[in-house]
């Protein structure tokens, strides 16, 4: 690495998992106008850093987009783009500028409760995805979850920001069921929700833009596979783990 230009920050102390990548990623942003930002147990394909500096190029001044996401939760997408918008986020491999970092929404109780009292019927799809969103909230704000995404996904719903997602996947998250993952040590959990798999081969990156209009078949069905876990895939994976596990 003595040919690249780098910096390492280091702390004095132990901060735990939101403080510290929050810290890190407002210091980046003092020299940097625009991030791509990997976490530990990402393994992102080439293909994603020039989809997603492709994208951040695009879209800088587009104050409805808040992120560009390399992971596609749902493998690949039946869409007629090579990528597409979501009100969904997730940052394994994501990207996004500096002015929409410093802009995001706070989430502390005062937020938190303007939030509950709009109109959350034109957020979410349902009321179990709504309750699953504002019990993870609440365990942020009042049960001291040490997680900082939650922050972020929260800001995108307060705020109505889409986020941009490839047609394929193209990070491999290797931390999802490993034993000593923080927050993903679940095997079984996460492979009824996601494959996990990068399918870059497939993923062009000959990108133009296009105005952000959330893809709501995408998401429904994210809603339903994600959320819910009532998919055909689900159904199937999960029938036939439980096969394996009496074995």
Known sequence: MDDLNYKTIYNDKNLGCKR???NAIDKCFEFHDELIILEDDTLPSLKFFGFVEKILKLYRDNDNINLVSGYNYLAKTKTTQNFYFSKYTNIWGWGTWKNQWNNRIDLNSETL???KNSDLNNIFHS???KNYFLDRFDEVVYKNLDTWDYGLVFSNFYQKK???YPKYN???NIGLGHDKATHTNNYFKYLISTPNKKLSIFQSNQLGYIEPVVNYSVDE??????ILKNSLYNRFVYRLLKLFRRI
């Open 20 to 22: 510290s990548v929050v």
């Open 113 to 115: 409760n303007s939030f």
């Open 127 to 129: 009321d179990y995805e």
């Open 162 to 164: 889409l986020s941009i």
């Open 170 to 172: 193209l990070v491999k």
């Open 221 to 226: 069905k994210f809603h339903k596979k994600i």
